[in-house]
């Protein structure tokens, strides 16, 4: 597997409380994801980087900021998470020279009550 | 926007038997991939097919890209408990060169294998 990691692997929080995920990669890829994975939907993506401070939203952004200030790591943030926003979420990464082909890392699983 | 479409959603099939899952896009795509998601897994990438009529295979597992380049399948031969797991498959999104190596994935195909 590609060495990518997510911090916390597990988080219950509470309405209205920020939080922050983390994704660290030891591969030097420039392209960094942020999906979610909820029944039915498949993977749905939520921002992604392109390089250091270069940042974009996906399909499903609202709600949720990024930021990545080195090109090993990768955050996101729930600003004020609401129930809706539980959900397994996935960072993935991509050297996309030729490819465009996706490395994940193991998920995180954030329940807001 | 592009849309990459998915079926059948679920797939309950006695163990030795054959599955296919099939994937339709909206759009025309330079390549296709398929992942595999084990339960309570990540995704990890299978294979990626570029050619039109292209036809690759590992294992029991045979991928296909139809050849207008907006389909493909994934068919198992004689599933074991081990094919047990969610098959995703994705296309590039964006637009030529600013695809930032995006992808658009299908919703899904849960295949459940009883022995």
């Known amino acids: 597997d590609a060495g990518i990691t997510q911090s916390p692997r597990h988080k219950v929080t509470e309405t209205g409380t920020p939080v922050t995920l983390r994704c660290h990669q030891t591969?030097?890829?420039?392209?960094m994801y942020w999906y979610r994975q909820d029944p039915g939907h498949g993977l749905r993506l939520i921002h992604y980087?392109?390089?250091?401070?270069?940042?974009d939203k996906g399909e499903v952004s609202d709600g949720y900021s990024v930021s990545r200030s080195k090109t090993e790591d990768f955050l996101l943030t729930l600003e004020s998470a609401t129930s809706s926003q539980t959900s397994v979420y996935f960072c993935?990464?991509?050297?996309?020279?030729?490819?465009?082909?996706?490395?994940f890392g193991p998920g995180t699983r954030l329940t807001v009550l | 926007g592009q849309q990459v479409m998915q079926i059948p959603q679920y797939q309950h099939v006695q163990e030795g038997e054959d599955f296919t899952t099939y994937c339709n896009s909206s759009?025309?795509?330079?390549?296709i991939q398929w992942y595999k998601q084990r339960p309570g897994g990540h995704p990890v990438f299978l294979i990626q097919?570029?050619?039109?009529?292209e036809v690759k295979k590992q294992k029991r597992l045979t991928f296909q890209f139809g050849e207008a380049k907006k389909n493909s399948s994934l068919h198992i031969t004689a599933t074991q408990t081990t094919d047990v797991g969610t098959y995703f498959c994705?296309?590039?999104?964006?637009?030529?060169?600013?695809?930032?190596?995006?992808?658009?994935f299908g919703q899904g195909t849960i295949l459940t294998v009883h022995p």
């Open positions: 759009t025309t795509l330079s390549n």
């Open positions: 993935a990464i991509s050297d996309s020279g030729v490819t465009d082909t996706q490395y």
């Open positions: 591969e030097n890829h420039r392209y």
């Open positions: 097919l570029v050619k039109s009529g």
């Open positions: 994705a296309g590039p999104s964006g637009a030529g060169g600013t695809s930032y190596g995006k992808l658009t």
């Open positions: 980087s392109y390089g250091v401070k270069d940042t």
